[in-house]
Protein backbone atom coordinates (compact mmCIF):
# COMPACT_ATOMS: atom_id res chain seq x y z
CA UNK A 1 0.00 0.00 0.00
CA UNK A 2 1.42 3.61 -0.78
CA UNK A 3 2.16 5.74 1.52
CA UNK A 4 1.77 10.08 1.60
CA UNK A 5 4.01 11.99 3.07
CA UNK A 6 4.32 15.28 3.90
CA UNK A 7 7.28 17.95 3.18
CA UNK A 8 7.86 19.96 5.39
CA UNK A 9 9.34 22.56 3.39
CA UNK A 10 6.08 22.12 1.23
CA UNK A 11 4.82 23.19 4.92
CA UNK A 12 6.62 26.46 5.59
CA UNK A 13 6.71 27.54 1.80
CA UNK A 14 2.26 27.49 2.64
CA UNK A 15 2.44 28.80 5.89
CA UNK A 16 4.75 30.78 6.35
CA UNK A 17 3.41 33.46 3.43
CA UNK A 18 -0.27 33.16 4.93
CA UNK A 19 1.13 33.40 8.59
CA UNK A 20 2.65 36.81 7.24
CA UNK A 21 0.09 38.31 5.50
CA UNK A 22 -2.21 37.32 8.31
CA UNK A 23 0.06 39.68 11.03
CA UNK A 24 0.19 42.01 8.35
CA UNK A 25 -3.16 42.26 7.83
CA UNK A 26 -3.77 42.22 11.81
CA UNK A 27 -1.20 45.50 12.11
CA UNK A 28 -2.97 47.35 9.39
CA UNK A 29 -6.13 46.72 11.50
CA UNK A 30 -4.62 47.87 14.77
CA UNK A 31 -3.31 50.79 13.15
CA UNK A 32 -6.43 51.56 11.41
CA UNK A 33 -8.28 51.27 15.41
CA UNK A 34 -5.40 53.41 17.21
CA UNK A 35 -6.02 56.37 14.47
CA UNK A 36 -9.35 56.27 14.50
CA UNK A 37 -9.88 56.10 18.42
CA UNK A 38 -7.10 59.08 18.32
CA UNK A 39 -9.08 60.68 15.95
CA UNK A 40 -12.42 60.33 18.21
CA UNK A 41 -10.40 61.56 20.81
CA UNK A 42 -9.16 64.22 19.37
CA UNK A 43 -9.68 68.35 18.42
CA UNK A 44 -13.02 67.54 16.71
CA UNK A 45 -14.51 65.58 20.19
CA UNK A 46 -13.14 68.15 22.29
CA UNK A 47 -15.74 70.54 23.05
CA UNK A 48 -18.40 67.58 23.26
CA UNK A 49 -16.38 65.75 25.54
CA UNK A 50 -16.17 68.46 27.80
CA UNK A 51 -19.72 69.66 27.90
CA UNK A 52 -20.73 66.37 28.56
CA UNK A 53 -18.49 66.78 31.63
CA UNK A 54 -19.98 69.78 32.37
CA UNK A 55 -23.22 68.94 32.33
CA UNK A 56 -22.28 65.68 34.36
CA UNK A 57 -20.79 67.77 37.30
CA UNK A 58 -23.63 70.16 36.80
CA UNK A 59 -26.41 67.75 37.02
CA UNK A 60 -24.17 66.41 40.13
CA UNK A 61 -24.07 69.55 42.28
CA UNK A 62 -27.85 69.80 41.75
CA UNK A 63 -28.77 65.72 42.93
CA UNK A 64 -31.24 65.67 45.88
CA UNK A 65 -31.05 63.14 49.25
CA UNK A 66 -32.73 59.92 48.39
CA UNK A 67 -32.36 57.39 46.01
CA UNK A 68 -34.16 56.30 43.31
CA UNK A 69 -34.36 53.37 40.73
CA UNK A 70 -33.11 53.99 37.05
CA UNK A 71 -34.31 51.92 34.20
CA UNK A 72 -33.08 52.92 30.79
CA UNK A 73 -35.19 51.39 27.79
CA UNK A 74 -39.36 51.80 27.86
CA UNK A 75 -39.87 48.68 25.96
CA UNK A 76 -41.58 45.41 26.80
CA UNK A 77 -38.40 44.08 29.03
CA UNK A 78 -37.85 48.19 30.89
CA UNK A 79 -41.58 49.22 31.47
CA UNK A 80 -41.83 45.84 33.13
CA UNK A 81 -39.36 46.70 35.31
CA UNK A 82 -40.75 49.51 35.97
CA UNK A 83 -44.05 47.67 37.14
CA UNK A 84 -41.94 45.86 39.21
CA UNK A 85 -40.07 48.39 40.95
CA UNK A 86 -43.20 50.23 41.56
CA UNK A 87 -45.10 47.50 43.38
CA UNK A 88 -42.32 47.76 46.21
CA UNK A 89 -43.70 51.42 46.65
CA UNK A 90 -40.92 51.86 48.15
CA UNK A 91 -38.30 53.89 45.69
CA UNK A 92 -38.96 56.63 43.10
CA UNK A 93 -38.40 55.01 39.47
CA UNK A 94 -36.88 57.00 37.09
CA UNK A 95 -37.76 55.77 33.11
CA UNK A 96 -35.71 57.22 30.55
CA UNK A 97 -36.03 56.49 26.79
CA UNK A 98 -35.93 58.88 24.25
CA UNK A 99 -37.88 57.12 21.80
CA UNK A 100 -40.99 57.29 23.21
CA UNK A 101 -43.07 59.31 25.20
CA UNK A 102 -44.69 59.54 28.96
CA UNK A 103 -48.37 58.14 27.99
CA UNK A 104 -46.94 54.93 26.09
CA UNK A 105 -45.02 53.89 28.79
CA UNK A 106 -47.71 54.39 31.61
CA UNK A 107 -50.11 52.68 29.30
CA UNK A 108 -47.58 49.43 29.06
CA UNK A 109 -47.20 49.79 32.58
CA UNK A 110 -50.70 49.54 33.00
CA UNK A 111 -51.31 46.68 30.72
CA UNK A 112 -49.18 44.30 32.82
CA UNK A 113 -50.88 45.75 36.35
CA UNK A 114 -53.28 42.92 36.32
CA UNK A 115 -50.87 40.33 36.57
CA UNK A 116 -48.59 41.78 38.96
CA UNK A 117 -51.83 42.06 41.15
CA UNK A 118 -52.44 38.15 40.09
CA UNK A 119 -48.87 37.34 41.46
CA UNK A 120 -49.77 39.00 44.76
CA UNK A 121 -47.05 41.31 44.42
CA UNK A 122 -49.02 44.47 45.38
CA UNK A 123 -52.70 45.16 46.90
CA UNK A 124 -52.61 48.61 44.69
CA UNK A 125 -55.33 48.53 42.08
CA UNK A 126 -53.56 50.54 39.68
CA UNK A 127 -50.15 51.63 39.47
CA UNK A 128 -48.70 54.45 41.75
CA UNK A 129 -47.90 56.62 38.65
CA UNK A 130 -46.81 59.30 41.44
CA UNK A 131 -43.53 57.31 41.79
CA UNK A 132 -42.79 57.41 38.13
CA UNK A 133 -40.62 59.66 36.86
CA UNK A 134 -40.03 59.53 32.65
CA UNK A 135 -37.11 61.64 30.66
CA UNK A 136 -35.53 61.27 27.64
CA UNK A 137 -31.86 62.43 28.67
CA UNK A 138 -29.91 60.41 30.57
CA UNK A 139 -27.80 62.51 32.06
CA UNK A 140 -31.19 64.05 34.14
CA UNK A 141 -32.74 61.05 34.61
CA UNK A 142 -29.54 59.61 36.53
CA UNK A 143 -28.92 63.12 38.66
CA UNK A 144 -32.07 64.73 39.46
CA UNK A 145 -34.35 62.58 41.36
CA UNK A 146 -31.77 61.25 44.40
CA UNK A 147 -29.00 58.69 43.88
CA UNK A 148 -29.63 55.77 41.70
CA UNK A 149 -29.78 52.60 43.55
CA UNK A 150 -29.38 50.68 40.39
CA UNK A 151 -29.38 51.56 36.79
CA UNK A 152 -31.50 48.57 34.77
CA UNK A 153 -30.03 49.22 31.45
CA UNK A 154 -33.05 47.44 28.87
CA UNK A 155 -32.15 48.44 25.19
CA UNK A 156 -32.26 46.64 22.16
CA UNK A 157 -30.33 43.36 22.26
CA UNK A 158 -27.28 44.49 19.86
CA UNK A 159 -23.91 44.78 20.89
CA UNK A 160 -23.26 47.82 19.68
CA UNK A 161 -26.18 49.55 20.94
CA UNK A 162 -25.69 48.10 24.48
CA UNK A 163 -21.48 49.03 24.19
CA UNK A 164 -22.48 52.60 23.48
CA UNK A 165 -25.03 52.97 26.37
CA UNK A 166 -23.22 51.54 29.04
CA UNK A 167 -20.42 53.40 28.21
CA UNK A 168 -22.37 56.36 28.37
CA UNK A 169 -23.66 55.66 31.99
CA UNK A 170 -20.30 54.17 32.97
CA UNK A 171 -19.33 57.86 31.92
CA UNK A 172 -21.62 60.45 33.52
CA UNK A 173 -22.04 58.41 37.26
CA UNK A 174 -17.60 58.69 37.36
CA UNK A 175 -17.78 62.03 38.72
CA UNK A 176 -16.60 60.84 42.13
CA UNK A 177 -16.49 57.95 44.34
CA UNK A 178 -20.08 57.28 45.18
CA UNK A 179 -20.96 57.06 41.69
CA UNK A 180 -18.39 55.27 40.84
CA UNK A 181 -19.95 52.56 43.18
CA UNK A 182 -23.70 52.84 42.11
CA UNK A 183 -24.63 49.30 40.18
CA UNK A 184 -25.36 49.48 36.38
CA UNK A 185 -26.93 46.20 35.54
CA UNK A 186 -27.80 45.24 31.68
CA UNK A 187 -30.89 42.59 30.53
CA UNK A 188 -28.95 41.51 27.51
CA UNK A 189 -30.30 38.19 26.91
CA UNK A 190 -27.14 36.49 25.11
CA UNK A 191 -24.31 38.82 24.99
CA UNK A 192 -21.24 37.76 27.15
CA UNK A 193 -20.09 40.12 29.64
CA UNK A 194 -16.74 40.61 27.93
CA UNK A 195 -18.34 42.08 24.75
CA UNK A 196 -20.48 43.97 26.94
CA UNK A 197 -18.36 46.61 28.74
CA UNK A 198 -14.83 47.17 26.54
CA UNK A 199 -15.52 50.87 26.24
CA UNK A 200 -15.84 51.63 30.26
CA UNK A 201 -12.97 53.25 30.90
CA UNK A 202 -14.19 54.11 34.69
CA UNK A 203 -15.47 51.03 36.63
CA UNK A 204 -16.05 48.27 34.27
CA UNK A 205 -16.60 45.86 37.18
CA UNK A 206 -19.71 47.48 38.68
CA UNK A 207 -21.32 46.65 35.63
CA UNK A 208 -23.31 43.28 35.77
CA UNK A 209 -25.47 41.05 33.75
CA UNK A 210 -29.09 40.71 35.41
CA UNK A 211 -31.26 38.87 33.04
CA UNK A 212 -34.40 37.76 33.87
CA UNK A 213 -37.31 36.38 32.12
CA UNK A 214 -40.23 38.75 31.49
CA UNK A 215 -40.14 40.51 34.75
CA UNK A 216 -44.19 40.80 35.36
CA UNK A 217 -44.54 37.27 34.31
CA UNK A 218 -42.07 36.03 36.41
CA UNK A 219 -39.84 36.57 39.42
CA UNK A 220 -36.33 34.67 37.43
CA UNK A 221 -33.03 36.45 37.62
CA UNK A 222 -30.27 35.52 36.77
CA UNK A 223 -26.78 37.62 37.37
CA UNK A 224 -23.10 37.80 36.37
CA UNK A 225 -20.08 39.94 37.76
CA UNK A 226 -16.45 39.96 37.19
CA UNK A 227 -16.37 40.79 41.30
CA UNK A 228 -17.97 38.82 44.53
CA UNK A 229 -18.84 42.28 46.27
CA UNK A 230 -20.62 43.83 43.03
CA UNK A 231 -22.40 40.49 42.62
CA UNK A 232 -23.44 40.04 46.21
CA UNK A 233 -24.56 43.89 46.23
CA UNK A 234 -26.78 43.21 43.21
CA UNK A 235 -28.06 39.84 44.31
CA UNK A 236 -29.28 41.50 47.51
CA UNK A 237 -31.13 44.42 45.32
CA UNK A 238 -32.49 41.69 43.09
CA UNK A 239 -33.83 39.18 46.03
CA UNK A 240 -35.03 42.46 47.76
CA UNK A 241 -37.57 43.20 45.05
CA UNK A 242 -38.66 39.48 45.03
CA UNK A 243 -36.27 38.08 42.53
CA UNK A 244 -35.39 34.22 42.89
CA UNK A 245 -31.94 35.04 41.44
CA UNK A 246 -29.45 32.54 39.79
CA UNK A 247 -25.88 33.84 39.71
CA UNK A 248 -23.32 32.49 36.90
CA UNK A 249 -19.63 31.58 37.50
CA UNK A 250 -18.96 31.57 33.64
CA UNK A 251 -20.53 33.92 31.18
CA UNK A 252 -21.28 32.08 28.48
CA UNK A 253 -23.89 33.25 25.43
CA UNK A 254 -27.28 32.75 26.10
CA UNK A 255 -26.56 32.64 29.91
CA UNK A 256 -28.17 29.87 31.51
CA UNK A 257 -32.01 30.62 30.50
CA UNK A 258 -32.02 31.10 27.43
CA UNK A 259 -29.24 28.52 26.71
CA UNK A 260 -31.47 25.65 28.52
CA UNK A 261 -34.40 27.64 25.87
CA UNK A 262 -32.73 27.80 22.67
CA UNK A 263 -31.77 23.90 22.88
CA UNK A 264 -35.08 22.73 23.82
CA UNK A 265 -36.44 24.88 21.27
CA UNK A 266 -33.99 23.58 18.30
CA UNK A 267 -34.67 20.11 19.31
CA UNK A 268 -38.80 20.79 19.52
CA UNK A 269 -37.83 22.15 15.60
CA UNK A 270 -35.72 19.30 14.56
CA UNK A 271 -38.23 16.90 15.38
CA UNK A 272 -41.13 18.44 13.50
CA UNK A 273 -38.89 18.78 10.22
CA UNK A 274 -38.05 14.83 10.53
CA UNK A 275 -41.03 14.21 10.65
CA UNK A 276 -41.16 12.17 14.10
CA UNK A 277 -44.50 14.29 15.95
CA UNK A 278 -46.22 17.12 15.19
CA UNK A 279 -45.96 20.45 16.74
CA UNK A 280 -48.38 20.31 18.95
CA UNK A 281 -47.41 17.07 20.08
CA UNK A 282 -43.78 18.91 20.80
CA UNK A 283 -46.04 21.42 23.16
CA UNK A 284 -47.48 18.53 24.88
CA UNK A 285 -44.18 16.96 25.26
CA UNK A 286 -42.44 20.04 26.82
CA UNK A 287 -45.76 20.72 28.81
CA UNK A 288 -45.74 17.81 30.41
CA UNK A 289 -42.19 17.74 31.11
CA UNK A 290 -42.28 21.19 32.63
CA UNK A 291 -44.76 20.68 35.32
CA UNK A 292 -42.74 17.37 36.09
CA UNK A 293 -39.23 19.68 36.10
CA UNK A 294 -40.73 23.05 37.89
CA UNK A 295 -42.49 20.84 40.74
CA UNK A 296 -40.57 18.17 40.98
CA UNK A 297 -37.20 19.18 40.66
CA UNK A 298 -36.43 17.23 38.16
CA UNK A 299 -32.73 18.22 37.80
CA UNK A 300 -32.27 17.05 41.36
CA UNK A 301 -35.00 14.34 41.68
CA UNK A 302 -34.48 12.47 38.43
CA UNK A 303 -31.72 9.84 40.00
CA UNK A 304 -33.49 9.12 43.03
CA UNK A 305 -37.03 8.85 41.34
CA UNK A 306 -35.79 6.44 38.81
CA UNK A 307 -33.80 4.93 41.03
CA UNK A 308 -36.67 2.93 42.91
CA UNK A 309 -36.50 1.98 46.74
CA UNK A 310 -32.62 2.11 46.04
CA UNK A 311 -32.83 5.80 45.21
CA UNK A 312 -30.10 7.96 43.96
CA UNK A 313 -27.83 4.50 44.42
CA UNK A 314 -30.28 2.55 41.99
CA UNK A 315 -30.53 5.23 39.67
CA UNK A 316 -26.81 6.05 38.97
CA UNK A 317 -26.30 2.44 38.01
CA UNK A 318 -29.66 2.43 35.60
CA UNK A 319 -28.13 5.99 33.65
CA UNK A 320 -25.11 4.53 33.28
CA UNK A 321 -27.11 1.10 31.70
CA UNK A 322 -29.25 3.63 29.25
CA UNK A 323 -26.01 5.64 28.82
CA UNK A 324 -24.26 2.28 26.91
CA UNK A 325 -27.25 1.19 25.23
CA UNK A 326 -27.43 4.94 23.80
CA UNK A 327 -24.01 4.96 22.88
CA UNK A 328 -24.41 1.18 21.31
CA UNK A 329 -27.27 2.62 19.34
CA UNK A 330 -25.80 5.30 18.05
CA UNK A 331 -22.75 3.61 16.74
CA UNK A 332 -25.15 0.80 15.14
CA UNK A 333 -26.96 3.27 13.56
CA UNK A 334 -23.96 4.27 12.22
CA UNK A 335 -22.18 1.19 11.33
CA UNK A 336 -25.97 0.55 9.47
CA UNK A 337 -25.52 3.04 7.30
CA UNK A 338 -22.39 1.79 5.72
CA UNK A 339 -23.89 -0.75 5.50
CA UNK A 340 -22.17 -3.18 7.61
CA UNK A 341 -23.97 -6.44 8.41
CA UNK A 342 -25.92 -6.91 11.18
CA UNK A 343 -23.90 -8.88 13.81
CA UNK A 344 -20.36 -6.67 12.91
CA UNK A 345 -22.53 -3.42 13.51
CA UNK A 346 -23.99 -4.58 16.85
CA UNK A 347 -20.25 -5.74 17.76
CA UNK A 348 -18.95 -2.45 16.91
CA UNK A 349 -21.70 -0.68 18.93
CA UNK A 350 -21.11 -2.65 21.98
CA UNK A 351 -17.50 -1.94 21.58
CA UNK A 352 -17.62 2.05 21.51
CA UNK A 353 -20.10 1.56 24.37
CA UNK A 354 -17.74 -0.36 26.28
CA UNK A 355 -15.17 1.91 25.39
CA UNK A 356 -16.65 5.68 25.59
CA UNK A 357 -19.25 4.88 28.85
CA UNK A 358 -16.98 5.36 31.42
CA UNK A 359 -15.60 8.75 29.63
CA UNK A 360 -18.50 10.36 27.92
CA UNK A 361 -21.48 12.29 30.49
CA UNK A 362 -19.66 11.58 33.47
CA UNK A 363 -21.66 13.52 36.33
CA UNK A 364 -19.33 15.91 38.48
CA UNK A 365 -19.37 15.12 42.26
CA UNK A 366 -21.00 18.48 42.83
CA UNK A 367 -24.44 17.04 41.20
CA UNK A 368 -23.93 13.47 42.82
CA UNK A 369 -23.19 15.77 46.40
CA UNK A 370 -26.75 18.00 45.12
CA UNK A 371 -28.61 15.10 44.24
CA UNK A 372 -27.79 13.06 47.66
CA UNK A 373 -28.30 16.49 49.97
CA UNK A 374 -31.77 16.57 47.89
CA UNK A 375 -32.87 13.06 48.59
CA UNK A 376 -31.69 13.28 52.46
CA UNK A 377 -34.19 16.12 52.66
CA UNK A 378 -36.97 14.65 50.91
CA UNK A 379 -36.57 11.73 52.97
CA UNK A 380 -35.95 13.13 56.50
CA UNK A 381 -32.42 11.55 56.45
CA UNK A 382 -33.61 8.15 55.37
CA UNK A 383 -36.72 8.55 57.88
CA UNK A 384 -38.50 8.10 54.78
CA UNK A 385 -38.75 5.83 51.70
CA UNK A 386 -37.21 7.37 48.84
CA UNK A 387 -40.41 7.12 46.54
CA UNK A 388 -42.33 8.08 49.93
CA UNK A 389 -40.53 11.32 50.57
CA UNK A 390 -40.61 12.05 46.83
CA UNK A 391 -44.48 11.88 47.04
CA UNK A 392 -44.99 14.19 49.98
CA UNK A 393 -42.88 16.90 49.08
CA UNK A 394 -44.34 17.45 45.59
CA UNK A 395 -47.78 16.04 45.61
CA UNK A 396 -49.29 19.41 45.55
CA UNK A 397 -48.61 19.15 41.86
CA UNK A 398 -51.43 17.17 41.60
CA UNK A 399 -53.74 19.85 43.48
CA UNK A 400 -52.39 23.27 42.36
CA UNK A 401 -50.90 22.14 38.73
CA UNK A 402 -53.67 19.28 37.19
CA UNK A 403 -52.70 18.32 33.77
CA UNK A 404 -54.95 15.19 33.26
CA UNK A 405 -57.09 13.96 30.59
CA UNK A 406 -60.12 16.14 30.64
CA UNK A 407 -59.03 18.75 33.77
CA UNK A 408 -56.44 21.04 32.05
CA UNK A 409 -56.83 24.03 33.16
CA UNK A 410 -54.46 25.94 30.97
CA UNK A 411 -55.59 24.11 27.80
CA UNK A 412 -55.77 26.37 24.81
CA UNK A 413 -55.84 23.85 21.67
Known sequence: MATTTTN??????????????SCAALFVLWRSYKTTKNGNNGSNNSTSSKNRTVITSTMREQRPNGECIVVVGAGSIGSSFCAIFLAQQNDKVVCVDPLVDEATLKERIQKVWPTILARGLTQQATPPFGQLVFEQVMAQSLHRYGTPRLVQECTYENIECKQEILSELDHILSSNDDDLNILIATSTSFIPHELLVPKCRHNKDRVVIGHPTIPYLDCFME????????????????????????VLQKTIPGHLFNSFLFLNMQHGRALVRDGVCTPQEVNTVMRHLGREMYSGHMFLSLLSGIGGDRGLEGGMVLSERVKQSVITISFYALAKKCFMPHFIAHAFGTFMAQTLAARVDVPPPSFIQACQEFENKVTQNKTLGVQE??????SARYTRLPYEVGNDPFQIL
Request: glycine share 6%; hydrophobic share 45%; charged share 10%.
Open 8 to 21: PNRLSQIILPAATA
Open 223 to 246: IYGTTPTVVSKARQFYQAVGFDVV
Open 389 to 394: GLFRAC
